[in-house]
């Protein structure tokens, strides 16, 4: 089967950095849509970033300047800079087996999901 499991989470102070991998396996579609969600207690899942099969990329306003989606034949990437303690969260993976998302930072978009990792900044 699919799977999607994230690692390098961790506690930072503000203004700190952060690398998120997480690892594929299983996708039996030749194109896909990979990108990262998080989800603070109490809030929605939200987007941050994706990155098509054609590595257009989409960020969340609140990662711009700041994060970096990347990826190669078996893993997505997140590189995080200057990071808030409003970016605390879990951060997930997600990928679809399409080339590109009408809504690409929609969870509801994504097939496939990681169990997360959590990232937790302090001021």
């Known amino acids: 089967g699919v799977q999607l499991v994230e690692s390098g989470g961790g506690s930072v102070q503000a203004g700190g950095s952060l690398s998120l991998s997480c690892a594929i396996s299983?996708?039996?579609?030749?194109?896909?849509?990979l990108a990262w969600f998080r989800q603070a207690p109490g809030k929605e899942r939200e987007g941050v970033a994706s990155m098509s099969s054609t590595k257009t990329t989409l960020y969340a306003d609140s990662a711009k300047g700041r994060f970096t989606i990347s990826k190669d034949l078996a893993n997505v990437y997140l590189e995080m800079h200057n990071l808030k303690p409003e970016d605390t969260a879990l951060y997930y993976c997600?990928?679809?087996?399409?080339?590109?998302?009408?809504?690409?930072?929609?969870?509801?978009?994504?097939?496939?999901w990681g169990r997360g990792t959590q990232v937790t900044v302090s001021s």
């Open positions: 299983g996708l039996p579609y030749a194109t896909y849509t």
């Open positions: 997600a990928a679809d087996p399409s080339s590109a998302l009408w809504r690409p930072l929609l969870a509801s978009s994504y097939m496939y």
